[in-house]
């Protein structure tokens, strides 16, 4: 996000939404346990901790919950998903409808018309999503799992517009950066689609990184990023996923730097839907009122370690408080 290759800026479309109407949390940190990409949803929806004995979705079925959707239902909405995989992966077709996620469409109900890596194409499941939407009963939440923009990052040469040609060509941050640009071009198709069907002017469309694309744990990866980066690539640019919420007609920009994570996001969208939360287990903070900022951690950086508004706290791995290290987010400074 604003950043540039070779002179061309990677995500100009979303640049340019982060500048009105906009939202715009910098410095936004997964909090995923064993599941990835479900972890993410599972930690965003219920504003709970990840299973860190299996992955949430595994580990947590059969159980009672309050989520997000099930909160936006009690209020008339109706619910629906969008993933361009298997319905099985990751058990998501079981735990959907605990989860208040009453539809699911995935591969099996898509046309196959486009696949790029781990299934349909981002770009075709939002074409697909747009008959499902505007046929859907309002007011309505729509949950999309992208998956194009997955590692190894490989794109088909067709699809990739930046052609980076220097040192980062064909490596993994340039295929990221390409795999990136690809999103942002659909997600710019995918908003012109709603302004088309008249589903834009009354939607919240909100964007969130689920987990960490480039692996500091890989040498030659944390060098190509610290290459580019003019500094050392840490661990709290690995983890910063980023929250977007873009709110047609606001009348103001915003961006946020208050370090927030995945347990934050249902509270701060019930804030901005006007909604009291019928629970009192939620374990993350309304980030647009919030006075600090807080992250704990437990992938990636070991159970104790923390990221808060100014500093890094890395938990040393025998647990010795001793061996530990922080750093300042601005410096990287011990």
């Known amino acids: 996000i604003n950043k540039k290759i070779e002179g061309k800026e990677i ?27 479900s972890d993410a949803e599972f930690v965003s929806h219920n504003s709970l901790y990840a299973s860190m004995k299996s992955f949430s979705y595994k580990e947590y079925e059969g159980k009672e919950f309050y989520t997000l959707p099930i909160a936006l239902k009690q209020h008339g909405y109706s619910t629906i998903a969008f993933h361009g995989n298997e319905p099985g992966f990751w058990n ?39 008959d499902y939407c505007k046929n859907l009963s309002q007011p309505f939440y729509s949950f999309f799992i992208t998956l194009t923009t997955h590692n190894p990052f490989v794109l088909p040469p067709e699809y990739r517009e930046l052609n980076i040609s220097g040192e980062f060509k064909d490596l993994r941050l340039g295929n990221y950066m390409e795999s990136a640009n690809y999103f942002d071009r659909v997600l710019k198709e995918f908003i012109e689609d709603l302004k088309q069907e ?45 929250l977007i919420i873009h709110i047609p007609g606001m009348g103001k920009s915003e961006t946020i730097s208050i370090a927030g994570g995945q347990l934050d996001f249902f509270p701060t969208m019930l804030n901005l839907l006007g909604i009291e939360p019928a629970s009192n287990n939620l374990l993350g903070q309304d ?21 808060d508004d100014e500093k890094v706290f890395e938990m040393s791995r025998d647990g010795k408080f001793e061996n530990s290290r922080a750093w300042h987010i601005e410096t990287g400074e011990p």
């Not at 100009?12 to 346990?33: A, C, H, M, S, W």
């Open 198 to 242: 008249g589903l834009y002017e009354n939607s919240i469309i909100v964007l969130y990184g689920d987990h960490q694309g480039l692996d500091i744990r890989e040498r030659e990866i944390k060098s190509q990023v610290s290459d580019y980066l003019g500094r050392e690539y840490r661990h709290e640019d690995m983890l910063n996923t980023s």
């Open 11 to 37: 995500t100009p479309f979303i640049n340019e939404l982060l500048k009105k109407d906009t939202f715009y949390f910098n410095r936004y940190y997964q909090q995923v346990g064993r599941g990835n990409t």
């Open 287 to 307: 980030l647009l009122n919030a006075e600090k900022g807080f992250t704990a951690h437990q992938t990636y950086l070991v159970k104790g370690s923390f990221i």
């Open 92 to 130: 998501r077709k079981s735990i959907y409808p605990s989860q208040g996620l009453d539809t699911f469409i995935s591969e099996e109900e898509l046309v196959q018309d486009e696949i790029l890596g781990m299934g349909i194409s981002d770009g075709s499941v939002f074409k697909q999503s747009i």
